[in-house]
């Protein structure tokens, strides 16, 4: 992985519809990331990032949100099909988004620019923080590469809003990255639900990085 070149991915404006699921008692703040600094994900590594900064995740379809949400278990493509979870009350949330600058990490001239593969893009990144002299398997820890190179894209492109790649939950398909620190005027991200009160709508954009509800 060559992390020299991120700054030279070309970048294009994203305008599209996207999925994220939440439980439904999360509905008032969905796409809300005041908490995700302190969250390991594939792409960020709270105990290395500096300065730590906040990620929004969502999905190119319903399923693969609802499997990246860990609503539904299993697999597409083996015998007995994507499994429900146990427990739990989940809403599927449609996103809009309006982004002026994202790199696609799941376009093969994106990872030949920075010498990445799909494998290496969705591959095992928690047991970077579980392996130990106590585990079987010492070694390797630390940070993950997918996680270095989540920072490397943060640090290193400032009007970069965000990035797609593939899904490792479903790797025929996309995830969406967002920066909520790095929106730039005009771009948002922003969904609307029913309630027993009408359409209420919240929103993630410059003036309001961690969201707002506007209706």
């Not at 965000?162 to 398909?173: E, L, R, Y």
Request: charged share 15%.
């Amino acid at each position: 992985m060559n992390l020299a070149e991120v700054a030279l991915l070309s970048t294009r404006p994203e305008t599209a519809t996207w999925y994220r699921v939440a439980g439904t008692t999360w509905l008032t703040s969905a796409i809300a990331t005041r908490h995700t600094p302190a969250a390991s994900s594939r792409f960020y590594d709270p105990y290395t990032a500096s300065p730590q900064f906040p990620t929004l995740y969502l999905s190119d379809s319903n399923l693969v949100a609802m499997f990246e949400a860990q609503a539904l278990f299993g697999s597409l493509t083996t015998p007995g099909g994507p499994v429900p979870a146990p427990r739990g009350n989940w809403a599927v949330l449609t996103v809009s988004v309006q982004l002026q600058a994202i790199v696609d990490l799941s376009q093969v001239a994106s990872q030949a620019a920075i010498d990445i593969s799909v494998q290496e893009l969705t591959g095992d990144w928690p047991a970077y923080r579980l392996r130990s002299s106590a585990t079987n398997v010492v070694a390797p820890v630390g940070t993950a590469p997918t996680q270095m190179l989540g920072e490397a894209i943060h640090r290193d492109v400032r009007l970069l809003e965000g990035f797609a790649t593939v899904s490792a939950k479903v790797p025929t398909n996309r995830n969406l990255i967002i920066f909520p620190d790095h929106l730039g005027a005009g771009s948002f991200v922003e969904y609307t639900w029913h309630d027993g009160r009408g359409t209420r709508r919240y929103r993630v954009d410059q003036d309001h990085p961690d969201g707002e509800m506007i209706t």
